[in-house]
């Protein structure tokens, strides 16, 4: 009795032997990842990461980049437009005015000035300065032309607003009514004034005069149906510029340049 008795105390201590080191094995081992989670959490990650990205290349292209893109000038006199417009008798033709042969005068030259600026008339400190830096010294003021366009583009004046009685702040605002001259936006790679492409860098605007690019002269052109006197004469320059009396379809409003048109405004 004694011997098998042994024998079974032996083999329950084997037992409670094994079943601790099982447990002890289960306790040592590393929790179960849920493999579910873990992929929503790079997701997640990754989703974030874009969203920031995203908003980081809109803060550049939108905030940044033009404010790069873009120096700063002020006008060499600061030029005030009421003054000026009250004093004379004509208005604005009185310095822009058309010459004899059709040509626009454009930005008056010192010698239009001098008329009435030989000597200081007032107490403007821009006025003293203008006297004594240009007048006096017989050098052109080198005003800043917001409305310079590229060498090759060749716009007509006279065509309109003699012919076609454009009001000048259809394309130029109502600088009339400035009494400061506003900054002066320049290009840093073109040289060339942010007023011809928008303050809108998606190129959207409010005002016909909030940019001078080719396809505001397209749309306008459309919409006032404009086409030269002597069309009976002339070759038809754009196929999408509607005839005299003819409605203009839907799909002729693009702008799509017929052979030889181009020339018409680049030279």
């Known amino acids: ?48 990461f874009f969203i920031i990205g995203l908003v980081g290349s809109l803060a550049v292209g939108w905030w940044i980049f033009p404010k790069l893109l873009y120096s700063q000038k002020k006008q060499p006199i600061d030029f005030n437009h009421v003054l000026h417009v009250g004093t004379v008798e004509e208005g604005c033709e009185s310095c822009h005015y058309f010459r004899e042969d059709g040509s626009f005068s454009g930005v008056p030259k010192l010698a239009q000035c001098v008329d009435c600026h030989e000597e200081v008339m007032g107490e403007d400190p821009e006025e003293l300065k203008f006297v004594e830096e240009y007048v006096a010294k017989g050098k052109e003021v080198p005003w800043l032309i917001y409305s310079r366009q590229p060498d090759s583009v060749f716009f007509s004046h006279a065509a309109h607003i003699k012919m076609g009685k454009v009001d000048c702040v259809i394309c130029h605002g109502y600088i009339g009514e400035s009494t400061h001259s506003r900054v002066y936006e320049e290009n840093r790679f073109t040289g060339y004034s942010r007023d011809i492409w928008g303050k809108n860098i998606a190129g959207l605007k409010k005002n016909t005069w ?46 799509h340049i017929e052979k030889d048109a181009c020339f018409v405004c680049h030279k």
Request: hydrophobic share 35%; charged share 30%; with cysteine.
């Open 1 to 48: 009795m004694s011997t098998s008795d042994d024998k079974a105390k032996e083999v329950s201590a084997e037992a409670d032997v094994s079943a601790e080191a099982v447990d002890e094995v289960e306790t040592a081992s590393p929790p179960k990842v849920n493999e579910k989670k873990q992929d929503n959490g790079g997701l997640g990650f990754i989703i974030l």
């Open 210 to 255: 909030d940019r001078m690019k080719m396809d505001d002269c397209a749309e306008c052109h459309a919409e006032n149906r404009a086409v030269p006197k002597t069309v009976e004469t002339l070759p038809w320059p754009i196929s999408w510029m509607p005839r005299p009396y003819e409605k203009p379809a839907s799909s002729q409003i693009r702008v």
